[in-house]
């Protein structure tokens, strides 16, 4: 617990002395506030919810977990610390879930700082609360599944670059899968839709938390945790 | 301190390190030597645990780097051939980190860093980023950060490799001085080095062990032959030819502007040269005997090593 704490403390001391974290939460912030704006201008101000916000935010937080994360293990892997890491005495899951849990507050940090949306709705309208906080926990979850498929990215290669587009390529894959899903006659498509990231987050939109749904992005968070820590495992052996 | 047992290690297809095995003793400093892509760091890596052998074992510190590899780890500092630095990180906070991620409590850390500051002489660049360093300090930084944890063990991966002449004997009386009470492995393929620091070597080439003794014993063993070097006022084709009519005479090498002589080792072939060259009435300037350096026993070590295959 005490490494876990030590590396993410460590990764976050490196996003804020770094210019990226705050490069992406501006743009992330200025792209769900334009979308956020308009929509409630579409609606002529009646629709008094976040929902511009979320139909931008939840791509934008696939785009983004890819560029934080990327460096997380690619960087060191370059940097060769990456065997001062190994041979410490640390295991594979701490520095795994110390990089986690770092690039996940950075995510988290940013999502407090959209919390002006649903305030502006409360000073100046009346909105429905319930559906605004299980958004709030979808995008959680939804950010927890991206940056664990962005770390596991990042455990594959030494290229910052090849690791963001990698894991551009699984996160928007998995999106996509619903309408691919979709397209396709049962039950292959239900299967398929299931596993896509973006089947599970209308729910929270509407304000119903699915056990399903939480099952599905926890699972996903977690089986990406674990091939990260093998791919790192498996490293040693080749 | 550190035993090597039947040691293999494969990159796919490629054979890295071949079944080497060897034991080092608490206190001492070993050299590693062999030429690049003999398989030094490899075996340094399996040492330290970065990379698990194809075959074999490691123990350090009586600590199976298999089974317990947590436990062994900890009592080894390594210092990587790329110095591993966070590059955002000023030394302080980089030697914070190390020394955190080996275990130790704030408390001691604090007072283990200002003890590797002060051994590595790294006082005035405390607050510097370890990205602006000089090739120099950021291996010193390297080696603070390798001994932050005050381990039994060392492994320094070409520890002297890119710093200035200066840096080099510096780092080298670092080195010695952590070798008082330390047991430790560096690598080179710089060979004057390990003759200053070391006590013992093992010589590798393409991933087995061609020799493995201290260094007195290791020229000596090899020194079944003497050299005499000359330097003679003569026409040196007739030199030659004259010379190797000394019937104790092995071979003759003319290196301008010195002859090399060889003889057996238990022959003395001083007086019998010099009346030949009297004989011939060429003057003779400088005859000297020359031990085998150990650049010359590593070639023919390596050579030889090869031509086996």
């Known amino acids: ?238 | 301190m550190i035993t090597v047992e039947h040691l293999s290690k494969t990159y796919g297809e490629r054979l890295a390190v071949d079944d080497i095995s060897f034991k080092i003793e608490q206190g001492e400093i070993v050299g590693f030597l062999g030429p690049n892509g003999a398989g030094k760091t490899t075996t340094m890596r399996a040492i330290t645990g970065y990379l698990m052998p194809t075959e074999g074992e490691v123990w350090v510190a009586d600590c199976n780097m298999r089974k317990d590899p947590l436990k062994a780890r900890q009592h080894i500092g390594y210092l990587p051939e790329t110095i591993p630095l966070y590059t955002d990180m000023t030394t302080r906070a980089y030697l914070k980190f190390a020394a955190r991620l080996r275990g130790l409590d704030s408390k001691i850390t604090q007072r283990r860093i200002d003890e590797v500051v002060d051994v590595c002489q790294l006082q005035e660049y405390c607050d510097v980023l370890t990205g602006k360093l000089s090739k120099g300090f950021r291996q010193r930084v390297g080696l603070a950060q390798a001994i932050i944890h005050d381990p039994d063990v060392l492994i320094l991966d070409e520890p002297t490799v890119g710093i200035d002449p200066l840096q080099v004997v510096q780092t080298k009386e670092m080195i010695k001085e952590l070798g008082r009470k330390r047991t430790i492995l560096l690598s080179t393929h710089i060979l004057p080095e390990v003759s200053l620091i070391c006590e013992r070597v093992i010589i590798i080439n393409q991933g087995k062990i061609v020799a493995e003794d201290s260094i007195d014993n290791l020229s000596k063993f090899l020194n079944t032959r003497k050299q005499l070097r000359l330097r003679i006022n003569g026409p040196a084709e007739q030199v030659i030819e004259r010379l190797s009519k000394i019937e104790a005479l092995l071979e003759v090498n003319y290196q301008e502007p010195y002859y090399l002589l060889e003889f057996e080792k238990s022959k003395q072939p001083q007086a019998e040269v010099n009346q030949v060259l009297a004989q011939e009435g060429w003057t003779l300037f400088a005859m000297e005997e020359i031990e085998m350096s150990l650049e010359e026993i590593f070639v023919k070590l390596t050579r030889d090593s090869e031509e086996e295959l």
């Open chain 1, 1 to 238: 617990m005490r490494r876990i704490a030590l590396i993410c403390g460590k990764e976050i001391g490196t996003y804020l002395s770094s210019p990226m974290a705050y490069i992406v939460s501006a743009i992330f912030i200025a792209l769900s506030g334009a979308s956020f704006t308009t929509y409630l201008a579409q609606t002529s101000y009646s629709d008094t919810s976040i929902r511009g916000f979320l139909e931008t935010g939840q791509l934008l937080i696939l785009l983004f977990s890819a560029l934080l994360t990327m460096r997380l293990i690619s960087e060191e892997r370059k940097l060769g610390t990456w065997e001062l890491l190994l041979t410490a005495p640390v295991r594979e899951y701490e520095i795994v879930l110390g990089k986690f849990f770092s690039s996940l507050l950075v995510l988290v940090g940013m999502l407090i700082l959209t919390l002006y949306f649903p305030l502006l709705l409360l000073i100046f309208g009346d909105p429905d609360t319930g559906p605004i906080l299980t958004s709030y926990l979808g995008l959680f979850l939804l950010g927890s599944a991206s940056v664990a498929i962005g770390i596991f990215a990042s455990s594959l290669t030494p290229n910052q670059i090849v690791s963001a587009v990698v894991a551009g390529g699984i996160l928007f894959g998995l999106w996509f899968l619903g309408m691919v899903g979709s397209l396709i006659p049962e039950p292959l498509g239900e299967i398929l839709s299931y596993f896509s990231l973006s089947e599970h987050f209308p729910g929270f939109v509407r304000g119903v938390v699915d056990t399903r749904d939480l099952v599905y992005y926890l699972s996903v968070t977690a089986v990406f945790l674990f091939l990260s820590v093998r791919s790192i495992e498996t490293e040693r052996w080749r």
